[in-house]
Nanobody, 124 residues
């Protein structure tokens, strides 16, 4: 079992930046690929970014490429999402997810563990 706790959300003006953090605990973490998803009201949960267990492979949704950066620190058992040049359409609840495998996935069913989410609001 892996427990995930997100932090770092908040309200920010368009063009601003935020860094989300995800603290993991429980069974081994270094073997898990990790991902970030988001969900806006009335929308399905959508893929944002993913990182392999080694950190050597990262994947991004087209809508965030060049603006968001996912990273991990296996020694600290943390995953991060740096978000720059934020837009109002980035608003939503952001979820950290872990999967039982080291290879990245881009859909929710590919992940086995989820955090409770952290709200990000971008206002114009």
């Amino acid at each position: 079992q892996v427990q995930l706790v997100e932090s770092g959300g908040g309200a920010v003006q368009a063009g601003g930046s935020l860094r989300l953090s995800c603290a993991a605990s429980g069974r081994t973490f270094s073997g898990n690929a990790m991902g970030w998803f988001r969900q806006a009201p009335g929308n399905e949960r959508e893929f944002v970014a993913a990182i392999s267990w080694s950190g050597g492979t990262t994947r991004y949704a087209d809508s965030v490429k060049g603006r968001f950066t996912i990273s991990r620190d296996n020694a600290k058992i943390m995953v991060y999402l740096r978000m720059n040049s934020l837009k109002p359409e980035d608003t939503g609840v952001y979820y950290c997810a872990a999967r039982n495998g080291g290879v990245t996935a881009t859909t929710p069913p590919g992940y086995d563990y989820w955090g409770q989410g952290t709200q990000v609001t971008v206002f114009s």
